[in-house]
């Protein structure tokens, strides 16, 4: 049963040992290391010393425990079975032993993408969604996109892709606020004209795609319907509206150059071993 205390301090402290009935995750060592320290505190600040020396003396101890623990260690490079080792110790005391099993085995994988020198734990990206439990937890080897996937016949999966990062949206004049002055036409004929001048620019851009040699297109704006339906039915992917970090994760996973809709000849396309869509 969970003592019930008022000091944030204390409270923090018994959160972070919630008992399982199993160790091994370090949290208990935790505790009984904080109550040590704070028996210490108690008797110190009762001689008369001051809370803020003592506490700075915590603060002196914790970096000489820390350096000295940096002069004994060692480089290793941990056969799998240790990883394994050290992956169990990390998920101990938290999960049940599925969710346990199943997080090792994402973990080791995680730590193969990493194994090369040249890849960065900065690389890695946590996506989280609070309908699928721990067992639906996966490493993927490139990037995850939420977002909407235009058009009624896109396909389900692209192998071996080649993929256009767009930077804006592409659509007809009429609907970017910033161009209304555009719209300043008197005669019903010519506004006609111009709606299908419109139209065909747009269609224009999709066919630029196409002709590039895009199999999918992710895009930060909006893609028109006239431009994704001319995109599907020549079989290309396009996913739209998606946040600009979500884009650079994007480029980073496959490669290639951003650019905007009126500058897409040219472009140099990303590629990826396969693009799936999934609910």
């Known amino acids: 049963e969970m003592a019930e205390v008022t000091d944030p301090v204390a409270q923090m402290v018994l959160e972070a040992c919630t008992p399982t009935g199993e160790g ?3 949290s208990t060592f935790s505790v009984l290391l904080a109550a040590e320290l704070l028996d210490q505190a108690t008797e110190l600040i009762d001689r008369g010393i001051s809370p803020v020396t003592v506490a700075d003396g915590y603060v002196r101890a914790r970096d000489r425990a820390t350096a000295a623990l940096e002069d004994v260690s060692v480089d290793v490079s941990p056969e ?9 110790t990390a998920t101990a005391g938290r999960f049940t032993e599925l969710d346990r099993e199943h997080l090792r085995r ?3 994988d995680v730590v193969d993408v990493l194994r090369p020198e040249e890849v960065s734990t900065e690389a890695l990206a946590f996506e989280e969604d609070i309908r699928l439990g721990i067992d639906s937890s996966r490493t993927v080897r490139g990037a995850v996109v939420r ?3 235009v058009g009624e016949t896109t396909p389900d999966a692209v192998r071996d892709a080649s993929v256009l990062l767009l930077e804006e949206g592409v659509v007809p004049v009429r609907d970017r606020g910033d161009d209304e002055r555009l719209l300043s036409v008197d005669d019903p004929d010519d506004y006609e004209a111009f709606l299908e001048y419109d139209r065909e620019t747009v269609v224009e851009r ?3 795609v196409i002709d ?3 199999d999918v297109v992710v895009s930060t704006g909006h893609l028109h319907e006239h431009v994704t339906d001319h995109l599907n039915r020549a079989g290309v992917l396009a996913v739209h509206e998606i946040r600009s970090e ?3 994760r994007v480029q980073r996973a496959v490669g290639g150059e951003t650019t905007v809709s009126t500058a897409i000849p040219g472009t140099a396309l990303g ?3 396969q693009v799936t869509v999934s609910e």
């Open 246 to 248: 979500q884009l650079d």
């Open 206 to 208: 999709a066919q630029q």
């Open 147 to 149: 977002s909407e996937v």
């Open 24 to 26: 091994g995750d370090g």
């Open 271 to 273: 590629r990826a071993g």
């Open 80 to 88: 799998r079975e240790e990883r394994y080792a050290i992956a169990k």
């Open 212 to 214: 590039l040699g895009a």
């Open 106 to 108: 994402v973990i080791l």
